[in-house]
C-alpha cells in the first residue's frame, strides 16, 4: 500500500464549479502538507502549504488538514478553465525535513 | 519564478550513449532532487542531495548517477542510456528545514 493515496480522477467540471481534491495517507509522522499544480510538459509549481492540521485559504483556494483521519483536501471555488492541471498532494515528516512523498496526482479539465 | 534551470529540456538520443542532464538553481538552497516521471504518472524521486558532497539514492532505483560539487549544481548522469530511459527527469531544490520544493521546467528524454 503506498503511502500517500490521491484520488485519481480525471476530473471534469463545468467553469465557476466548486472542485475538491482529495488524499489520504498512513504515515502519522507527516506534519507537513503541500499542494502542487502541474500544467501540462512544465514541473510542479507550489499552490498551497500547511503545517499540521487546520485551514488555509489563498484567494480560490484552500487546504483542509485532517490529521486525526490522516485526510487532507484542496477546494478550489469558482474555477476558471487556467485551472485545468494536475494536481499533486505532497506531505513530510519532521525526520525528513525537505523530502516529500507525493501522490500520484489527480489532472482536473475545467470547461468553459 | 523559481529560479531553477534545467538543460536540455528536449533531447533525443540513441542506444549506449552518455548523457548528463544538468540542473542549476541561484537560490542557494542546501538540498536538490532529481525526479523521474513518465506522462500522466506519479513523481518517483531517485536521486536527492543535502548538500555539496552529499547524495543519496531515492525511492525508485535507478542507473543514472549524479554528483554535488557545487551547491548550485546538481547534475545526473547516464552511462549507458537504454529506451527503458526514456522518460521526464525533473530537478528541485529545497532550502533548510522547508518542506516546500521549488521546481525546474524538466527535461524530457527520448533514448532511440
Known amino acids: 500500500q503506498k503511502e500517500v493515496e490521491q484520488d485519481p480522477g480525471p476530473l471534469s467540471v463545468p467553469e465557476g464549479a466548486i472542485v475538491s481534491l482529495n488524499c489520504t495517507y498512513s504515515n502519522s509522522a507527516f506534519q507537513y502538507f503541500m499542494w502542487y499544480r502541474q500544467y501540462s510538459r512544465k514541473g510542479p509549481e507550489l499552490l498551497m502549504y500547511?503545517?499540521?492540521?487546520g485551514n488555509k485559504e489563498d484567494g480560490r483556494f484552500t487546504a483542509q488538514v485532517d490529521k486525526s483521519s490522516k485526510y487532507i483536501s484542496l477546494f478550489i471555488r469558482d474555477s476558471q478553465p487556467s485551472d485545468s492541471a494536475t494536481y499533486l498532494c505532497?506531505?513530510?515528516?519532521?525526520?525528513?525535513?525537505?523530502?516529500?512523498?507525493f501522490g500520484d496526482g489527480t489532472t482536473l479539465t475545467v470547461k468553459p | 519564478e523559481a529560479d531553477i534551470y534545467q538543460t536540455p529540456r528536449y533531447l533525443v538520443i540513441g542506444t549506449g550513449k552518455k548523457i548528463t542532464l544538468e540542473c542549476s538553481q541561484t537560490?542557494?538552497?542546501?538540498?536538490m532532487y532529481w525526479y523521474q516521471q513518465d506522462p500522466g504518472m506519479e513523481l518517483h524521486l531517485i536521486h536527492y542531495?543535502?548538500?555539496?558532497?552529499?547524495?543519496e539514492k531515492g525511492d525508485l532505483s535507478s542507473e543514472s548517477t549524479v554528483s554535488r560539487i557545487r551547491t548550485e549544481h546538481f547534475p545526473l548522469t547516464l552511462e549507458s542510456a537504454r529506451p527503458s530511459h526514456t522518460s521526464q527527469y525533473l530537478c528541485?531544490?529545497?532550502?533548510?528545514?522547508?518542506?516546500?520544493?521549488?521546481f525546474g521546467p524538466g527535461t524530457r528524454l527520448l533514448v532511440l
Open positions: 542531495s543535502y548538500g555539496v558532497n552529499s547524495t
Open positions: 528541485a531544490s529545497s532550502l533548510g528545514r522547508a518542506e516546500t520544493q521549488y
Open positions: 537560490m542557494g538552497h542546501d538540498k
Open positions: 505532497a506531505m513530510s515528516g519532521q525526520r525528513e525535513a525537505g523530502k516529500s512523498t
Open positions: 500547511t503545517y499540521s492540521s
